[in-house]
Each structure stands twice: as structure tokens, then as C-alpha cells.
């Protein structure tokens, strides 16, 4: 398996604009996260879903985040309008069950300007 | 709320010298406990998975120790090499009643100096 997959790698957008990143987790695994890093905060998680059902969704900072899983393959993580303070790195992650190890994607660095 | 804090934030060793990081957590009520290798602008390595009932786990010249009761969890590397140089970041599955989820320490920068 390559591991978990995220899209785009790199995403600078302007302020308002919609921002769309993606995440294809280990085939088999069915809990998936999504977390934002930076450096004032570290990683937060935003949003996790196991069998592609949103479980937690208490770390998603506003409205204008949205996420969703329409199957076990694949994720997304909408920002809408996207501000300057979202500028981060995202990370996506899954793992198979809830007390295995999480493998994580190679993040994606948003940017909005 | 689960807290987990790493220290210290950053660390400088010659090489061949065995690093010992540091990370606490204040609820032990946890499933388990990772630790993670981040190089910059990557993404997280898993390096290891300790469980709950477990007290360490072992990968190479990685050693990671587990005190659930007192909240600590200490990883051993080594014979430090300058390939070792990252960020290192410990994190806590919490039980249902905890959040049931993964929270991250900060992170220990580290340096091997050749």
C-alpha cells in the first residue's frame, strides 16, 4: 500500500476563496482523522470519522470548515471562505481500529493570502 | 482534558551520544501511546506503539518506556547519529470517556552534531 495519500501537497489561495483538500487512507483501515499543525498550536485534531461516519467533529475551529467521507476511500476537507488564519499544515491519517498505531499522510501546506 | 507536554522543546547532542526524550500526559486513562518522527516539512513517521498494559516497546537502537500511573513515557535513543535529527512527538490515544481520541505533545527538536 503507498500509505495514506493527500492532495494537493501545496495550495496557496486568496482570502475568501474555497479550499478543497483531499485524503485517500490505508485501503482497509476505518478510522480516519484530519489534524492541523502549526507552530503556535501544534497538531490539533479537526475531525474524525470511523466507517466513514463523522464521530468528533469538536475540533473543527468554525462553519467554515466542513468535512466529509462519502466512502472508505476517500476524505475531504472544505474551507469556506478560507482567511489568512488558516494558513497551516493539514494533515490526514488513518489507522486500522482505534488503538493501533496512525499512519499518517505527508500533510498539505495551505497558504492564503 | 487530556494535556500532553513534552520537554524539553529542543535538544542538542554530539554524535554517539544516547538522547532521552521526555513526555507527560495528565490523564491516564489512555489506550495507548505513540511515538512519532517528524523531519521538517514532512509528515509523521510512526516509530512506536506502546499499549496501555504494556510498559515499553523496542525497535532497533528505540527504546520507549510506559508509566501509565504516573503519567510519563520516556523514549531512549542509542548512539545518536546526525540522521536522528528531527522533531520527536509523542501523542495519547484517550479512552471514550477522555475524548477517544490521539493528543499531541508539542515535540522535542532534536540535533546530532557530527
Known amino acids: 500500500d503507498a500509505g495514506v495519500i493527500q492532495s494537493p501537497r501545496h495550495e496557496v489561495t486568496e482570502m475568501g476563496q474555497e479550499v478543497t483538500l483531499r485524503c485517500k487512507p490505508i485501503s482497509g483501515h476505518d478510522y480516519l482523522f484530519w489534524y492541523r499543525q502549526t507552530m503556535m498550536r501544534g497538531l490539533e485534531l479537526l475531525i474524525y470519522f470511523n466507517n466513514n461516519v463523522p464521530i468528533d467533529d469538536s475540533g473543527m475551529p468554525e462553519d467554515r470548515f466542513s468535512a466529509k467521507m462519502p466512502n472508505a476511500s476517500f476524505s475531504t476537507l472544505k474551507i469556506q471562505p478560507s482567511e489568512p488564519r488558516d494558513s497551516a499544515v493539514y494533515f490526514c491519517?488513518?489507522?486500522?481500529?482505534?488503538?493501533?498505531?496512525?499512519?499518517f499522510g505527508q500533510g498539505t501546506r495551505l497558504t492564503v493570502v | 482534558k487530556q494535556e500532553v507536554t513534552q520537554i524539553p522543546a529542543a535538544l542538542s547532542v554530539p554524535e554517539g551520544e544516547n538522547l532521552v526524550l521526555n513526555c507527560s500526559f495528565t490523564d491516564s486513562a489512555i489506550y495507548n501511546l505513540q511515538w512519532f518522527r517528524q523531519d521538517p516539512g514532512k509528515g509523521l513517521t510512526s516509530l512506536l506503539l506502546?499499549?496501555?498494559?504494556?510498559r515499553e516497546q523496542t525497535s532497533g537502537r528505540l527504546n520507549a518506556s510506559l508509566d501509565k500511573s504516573s503519567g510519563r513515557s520516556t523514549l531512549y535513543i542509542a548512539a545518536s547519529q546526525p540522521g536522528d535529527s528531527a522533531t520527536y512527538l509523542c501523542?495519547?490515544?484517550?479512552?471514550?470517556?477522555?475524548?477517544?481520541?490521539?493528543?499531541f505533545g508539542g515535540g522535542t527538536r532534536v540535533l546530532v552534531k557530527p
Open positions: 506502546i499499549q496501555s498494559s504494556q
Open positions: 501523542a495519547v490515544y484517550a479512552i471514550k470517556a477522555a475524548g477517544n481520541k490521539l493528543t
Open positions: 491519517a488513518s489507522s486500522l481500529g482505534r488503538s493501533t498505531e496512525a499512519f
